[in-house]
C-alpha cells in the first residue's frame, strides 16, 4: 500500500524534472542558435497540423513547419520545428539560426530571448510546485501514518 503513496508521487516527481530538463534544453538550443551567428535562408517545404486530445479532453492543434536551406559549406539541410507563425506558408523564405556543429537544429523562430526566457521560468516554477507538492505529500504521509506516528495501529 505504501507504494501507492510513496511511487504515484516519485514518478510524478521524476516526469516533472524530465519535462524541466527538456525545457532547459530547449531554451539552451534556442539560445546558442541565435548567438552563433550563422544564418541562412530556407524554403518552407511543407506546413501540417497535428491534433491531440479529444472525448473527454480538450482538443490542442499543434502547427509544424518543415524547412529546407544550406549552409555556408553548401550542406543542404531539411528540419522539421514546431509551433511557427501561422503566416508562413508553403514556398515562403524564411531566415533560420542555426550552429556549425548542428545544422539540423536549426530554428526559424526569431531572436526573442526575453519571451523565451519568461516562458522556460514560468514552466520551470510551475514544475517546481509539482515537485514540492508532491514532496510535501509524502513527508505528510510518513509522518501520520508512521509505525511510530499518531495514526499508528488505527484501521
Not at 23 to 48: D, F, H, I, K, Q
Request: hydrophobic share 45%; proline share 5%.
Amino acid at each position: 500500500m505504501d507504494f501507492l503513496f510513496y511511487g504515484v508521487p516519485g514518478l510524478i516527481m521524476i516526469g516533472a524534472l524530465a519535462q524541466a530538463v527538456a525545457v532547459v534544453r530547449r531554451s539552451l538550443r534556442l539560445r546558442s542558435n541565435w548567438n552563433s551567428g550563422l544564418t541562412a535562408e530556407a524554403r518552407c517545404l511543407r506546413t501540417y497540423t497535428t491534433t491531440s486530445g479529444g472525448g473527454e479532453t480538450s482538443v490542442s492543434t499543434t502547427l509544424h513547419h518543415v524547412y529546407e536551406f544550406a549552409t555556408r559549406e553548401g550542406r543542404t539541410v531539411r528540419f522539421e520545428e514546431t509551433g511557427g507563425p501561422r503566416t508562413t506558408v508553403e514556398g515562403d523564405i524564411v531566415p533560420v539560426h542555426y550552429t556549425a556543429a548542428h545544422p539540423e537544429r536549426a530554428t526559424a523562430h526569431a531572436p526573442g530571448r526575453g519571451r523565451v526566457l519568461a516562458g522556460a521560468v514560468g514552466i520551470l516554477v510551475f514544475l517546481s510546485l509539482i515537485v514540492a507538492f508532491c514532496v510535501g505529500f509524502m513527508v505528510t504521509y510518513a509522518e501520520v501514518f508512521a509505525a511510530d506516528g499518531p495514526f499508528a495501529g488505527m484501521p
